[in-house]
């Protein structure tokens, strides 16, 4: 469990120190999102209730499920800059992109790949 609670910290505050990249990724396991009751364990609310609490996390870009190896890898690709989330899918097969309706499985991890709204068309980071 605090493994759980370490790497639930690390992906809130992972984003932060990429604020001069363009998209903002995080990996979730289904329980984190299941456990979340005000959203009834759906997907959609979860991202919503990451873009109130993320201050950096703007448009829904891309939401997909996957291994926990994979979702972690390509959450730390995307927030390095390294893939964008129009090439996921062919990138990383395993990622299986997702409609917003869904409803979290606790055997699977959830990617949500946000635009960054801390980061200017001109490369310049707004603070």
């Known amino acids: 469990m605090a493994l759980l609670r370490r790497l639930l910290l690390w992906s809130l505050v992972s984003p932060a120190l ?3 990249y363009p998209y ?3 990996c979730v396991s289904g329980g984190v999102v299941d456990m979340d009751k005000s959203g009834n364990g759906s997907l959609a609310m979860y991202a919503l209730a990451l ?8 448009d829904l870009k891309l939401m997909a499920e996957g291994p926990t ?11 390095m800059d390294n893939v964008h989330p129009e090439d996921i899918p062919d990138r990383y ?9 869904k409803a979290a499985d606790d055997n699977l991890n959830y990617l949500f790949v946000f635009e960054n709204k ?6 310049q980071v707004h603070v």
């Open 18 to 20: 990429s604020a001069g």
């Open 24 to 26: 903002l990724a995080n």
């Open 51 to 58: 873009q109130n609490f993320v201050h950096s996390y703007g």
């Open 69 to 79: 190896a994979e979702c972690i890898n390509v959450a730390n690709e995307v927030n």
């Open 93 to 101: 097969p395993l990622m299986k992109a997702l409609a917003s309706d």
């Open 118 to 123: 801390d980061h200017s068309k001109a490369g």
